[in-house]
């Protein structure tokens, strides 16, 4: 529902030529921004596209006419219409005149805070991700009425450039009792906020646009000392907060741990893994994709370390409903949408959304990895994959090479579920308590010289050769590949070989003998990967192509 639009302020500062096709504009409720640059034409930009005003460019005196209407540009070259949530923004050459202004459009929508109502009852700290024009400013204004109106919080809104409560002296009435405290310089916000918890005594924070290291630093000082924060980020997804080194405090901080050799052997990875440094700042994340569908981490420290591990997350899917505005629709999604993709096309159904929910699904496809708990294996998923527990060797070349030869098998880290066990040759004869797991569950165990991909590759083809009934697999194209042959095919044998060498920086690798029109197939293939190979060996049957860094 709207509750504010103030369009004809913004109107009356704009020149005619200008304003005129906005105010019977058919699309205006949809209007985002209007882009005025000199010796351009005037273009306004709504949800669905942009479209032109007019056929006249904008010229000089355009330009002074708005700056004479509006305020004054505060240290982030942002000015504001008195009583309004509009904002303008100047565009600057080299010598800092004004060659260009976006007139951004403020709204207050009221409703949109019902999708997380909940969640700010239980004074938590909670971060809203989302790209620029998705509504983060427009939901955390509408977050700040609620807290402040309806739940009887004392709520101070950290306001830098006067787009939350609007510009001048009084705050626009859309963000209800919630005190605000303006920001004169856009680098001095984090003392403002370190100011209002230690003069004004807030219950809640809110800020807008966290985008420095010091206001992260902040951020978290405050959350020490008790204050709840509602905050927003740039991002579409926590996973770019982790590449984001400036704000990386803000769910923890990120850091490189060294493993020691039993250790990495247990985790089946590298000795040189990373790791959340701390406690994330916020205990609940948000990601506004749209303004009626948002995406929810209910712990935000736990979402991290799975993303960490490369694993996927069950998260909440929360819409608006499109017949009845007060009805929250509510479902579990995958942060990898080949979850839902192989849901749908094999059949492996977890319907249990609790279930769903607190399994630690780690890339939930036929040829990735699945840490699985008690309740998430069901019949379905036992009949048409193999299930093999690694023992020293790095699930992450394993991962790799069950996609690349797509094989029915599931990597699983619970020695009980597995159909398998694959084993470098000289752990498994140290290990008395393996060999005993192996021999009393009736687990084949198969075991390899060293980490090198074609034995592996050679390992998992067997492991599905005697341990898979083929009869049991639908697709008809796996099913002969099986029976056909437990080892590579010269294609196959070129992907892995052409990964070992990039990977491993191994000079050259001789390939098994073949034919000579495989030869050449073989080739071709290793020229397209810009390594250099050559035909080497004795007789025709007996020559192999040789692959050199």
């Known amino acids: 529902m709207l509750l504010a639009d103030n369009l004809p302020q913004l109107l009356e500062i704009l020149p005619e030529f200008v304003s005129t096709p ?32 007019s056929y006249r460019t904008v010229v000089w005196k355009d330009l002074e006419y708005i700056l004479k209407r509006l305020g004054k540009f505060s240290g982030d070259n942002r000015a504001g219409i008195e009583k309004t949530l509009h904002r303008v923004s100047a565009l600057r050459n080299r010598k800092g005149g004004i060659i260009g ?23 938590k700290s909670i971060l809203l991700l989302g790209r620029p024009g998705v509504g983060k400013t427009t939901a955390i204004r509408e977050i700040a009425r609620f807290l402040s109106d309806e739940l009887k919080k004392r709520v101070i809104i950290i306001d830098t450039s006067n787009e939350i409560g609007g510009d001048g002296d009084l705050p626009h009435p859309s963000i209800g009792k919630a005190r605000r405290m303006q920001v004169g310089n856009p680098q001095s916000q984090h003392q403002i906020m ?47 907060l982790i590449k984001n080194p400036v704000l990386a405090d803000l769910i923890g901080g990120i850091q490189y741990v060294t493993l020691g050799d039993e250790e990495a052997k247990r985790r ?50 929360r ?79 394993l991962l790799s090479l069950i996609k690349i030869l797509n094989l029915p098998i599931i990597l699983t880290r619970e ?30 165990v198969s075991s390899v ?43 196959e044998e070129v992907k892995l070989v052409i990964n070992e ?12 003998p073949q034919s000579y029109i495989v030869r050449k197939l073989q080739h071709e293939q290793i020229m397209l990967s810009s390594l250099r190979s050559k035909s080497v060996g004795g007789a025709d049957l007996n020559k192999r192509v040789r692959i050199y860094y």
């Open 194 to 240: 370190i100011e209002a918890v230690e003069n004004h005594m807030p219950e809640i924070i809110i800020i807008d646009e966290i985008g420095t290291e010091l206001e992260a630093a902040a951020a978290r000082t405050i959350a020490e000392r008790g204050v709840q924060l509602v905050g927003t980020a740039h991002g579409r997804t926590l996973d770019n």
């Open 268 to 317: 089946g990875s590298s000795k040189s893994i990373i790791e959340r440094q701390a406690a994330p700042t916020f205990d609940i994340g948000v990601e506004i994709h749209n303004p009626k569908s948002w995406v929810i981490h209910e712990n935000i420290g736990v979402s991290i370390d799975l993303l960490l591990k490369g694993q996927a997350l069950a998260l909440q899917k």
């Open 22 to 53: 906005l105010k019977n504009h058919p699309f205006k409720e949809e209007l985002i921004e209007i882009v005025l640059d000199i010796g351009r034409r005037p273009e306004a930009r709504f949800a669905n596209g942009a479209q032109y005003l």
């Open 415 to 444: 020695i009980q579920y597995a159909d398998a066990i694959l084993a470098l040759g000289n752990l498994i004869k140290n290990n008395k308590k393996l060999r005993q797991i192996s021999t009393v569950r009736n687990i084949s």
């Open 319 to 397: 819409e608006i409903g499109k017949v009845n505005k007060n009805f929250i629709q509510c479902k579990i999604i995958s942060s990898q949408p080949e979850l839902e993709q192989l849901e749908a096309s094999t059949g492996l159904l977890v319907t249990d959304k609790k279930q769903k929910n607190n399994a630690l699904i780690s890339r939930f496809t036929q040829y990735e990895y699945i840490k699985f708990k008690r309740a998430t294996r069901t019949k379905t998923v036992a009949n048409r994959f193999i299930f093999l527990y690694a023992y020293g060797i790095n699930s992450q070349d």
């Open 101 to 123: 202004l976006t007139c951004r459009i403020g709204r207050a929508i009221f409703g949109t805070v019902s999708i997380v109502c909940d969640l700010l009852e239980k004074k």
């Open 501 to 512: 060498i990039t990977l491993l920086h191994k000079r050259k690798v001789n390939l098994l």
């Open 449 to 491: 010289l060293n980490n090198n991909l074609l034995q592996l590759a050679k390992a998992l083809k067997q492991i599905v050769y005697k341990n898979k009934d083929v009869t049991k697999l639908k697709n008809r194209t796996i099913r002969l590949q099986y029976l056909g042959s437990a080892f590579l095919n010269p294609t």
